[in-house]
């Protein structure tokens, strides 16, 4: 019997769901902060569904739950305070536009950098809402932040 999940392997425990908060509370706030298993993530509740992410942006470690929230191509994005960059809240994509040079009439076209900001999934449950930390195989440039190095930084200055 392990009824606080103590003796659990630390890389079973570290993609354990964790509440982080109530139903009612984050649909007032739209938007929560938590740490999960000593990760920062920003949840937004958004058109009637949770996403939740890094705290700090890709690109420089910018603060995300201070962005707001514009559609860009028909995809509602948190758009990072610092310098402006686009993330989609449904899959942490980078988005940008572009433009031909070749054709300067043509009219600029969003375009996705892929995967940039690691989204974590949300589930609730009896009015809790959990969060549970991605596991994917893949890189992401979020991480960088989220982690290891910079992170030791952060908490020594
Ligand atoms: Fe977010 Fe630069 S830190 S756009």
Redesign the pocket.
């Known amino acids: 019997m392990d009824p606080d999940g103590s003796e659990q392997d630390p890389e079973t425990k570290k993609y354990s769901s964790v509440c982080v908060g109530r139903e009612e509370d984050i649909k007032k706030s739209e938007r929560m902060t938590a740490v999960v298993h000593d990760r920062e993530v920003v949840i937004f509740y958004h058109r009637g569904e949770y996403h939740a992410m890094d705290i700090?942006?890709?690109?420089?470690?910018?603060p995300?739950h201070l962005g707001e929230i514009e559609e860009f191509d028909g995809r509602p994005c948190i758009v990072?305070?610092?310098?402006?960059?686009k993330i989609t809240l449904a899959t942490g994509e980078g988005l940008y536009q572009s433009i031909n040079p070749k054709d300067p009439s043509a009219k600029p076209k969003w375009c996705s950098k892929g995967i940039k900001q690691r989204i974590h999934p949300v589930t609730v449950d009896n009015g809790n809402i959990y969060v549970t930390l991605s596991n994917e195989p893949f890189k992401c440039d979020s991480d960088f932040y989220a982690t290891g190095i910079f992170k030791v930084i952060q908490s020594s200055s």
């Open positions: 700090r942006c890709y690109h420089s470690g910018g995300l990072c305070p610092w310098h402006k960059y």
